[in-house]
């Protein structure tokens, strides 16, 4: 498994996590813990997707169109994932 395919699955993870379990927690349980603590690691994976995009987009010579998709999808629960597959 390649390294642009793990941190676009982390990111999802993140992602998912985030959606579905730390913000419900947040707003109907009335703890925001889950937040604190994915929030930051969802970020951090998210910004390391983006750079992981723009380094391949340039190794591999992708164009233009292929790294805005591939940035665009960064934004889309599963976006990533079918990036990485391609």
């Avoid at 009335?30 to 987009?57: C, K, Q, T, W």
């Amino acid at each position: 498994m390649t390294f642009f395919r793990i941190i676009a699955y982390a990111e999802v993870v993140s992602y998912l996590l985030l959606l579905f379990v730390a913000v419900p927690l947040k707003y109907l349980a009335d703890n925001p813990l889950g937040v604190r603590i994915l929030g930051p690691i969802h970020g951090i994976l998210f910004m390391l997707y983006i750079l992981v995009v723009f380094r391949r987009s340039a190794a591999e010579g992708w164009p233009f169109r292929r790294t805005a998709w591939a940035l665009f999808a960064s934004i889309l629960p599963l976006g990533p994932i079918g990036v990485a597959k391609k």
